[in-house]
């Protein structure tokens, strides 16, 4: 990493959030839908760096596509069934009685 980006990131810390979001629409040109100081530090560096040295070649960005294609694809169901007691147990819960 040359000194210039390396000095800009490390200024990334010092700027208020609201600085950190202007200066991630700059430089992604889309409005930013996060106001975590953190993250859109990390991705600022990341598009800092990619501009500066260049980015994935052609041949990583055709592996990686290659790879998101034959991953399984998970979902979380973030609301699963109970599984509820029998009828005539006494301990039973008032949502499973939905």
Known sequence: MNA????????????TITKV???FESLFGE????????YLIRRIA????ANA???LSERAKARA????LDSEVRFK???RPRICSSPSSKHRRRSCLD
């Open 53 to 55: 040295e260049g980015d």
């Open 21 to 23: 979001v202007e200066r």
């Open 31 to 38: 409005k930013c839908r996060s106001r975590n100081k953190r």
């Open 46 to 49: 990341w598009r800092l760096q």
């Open 4 to 15: 210039a980006t390396a000095s800009e990131i490390a200024r990334l810390e010092t700027m």
């Open 77 to 79: 169901n973030s609301r």
């Open 65 to 68: 596509a290659e790879l998101a």
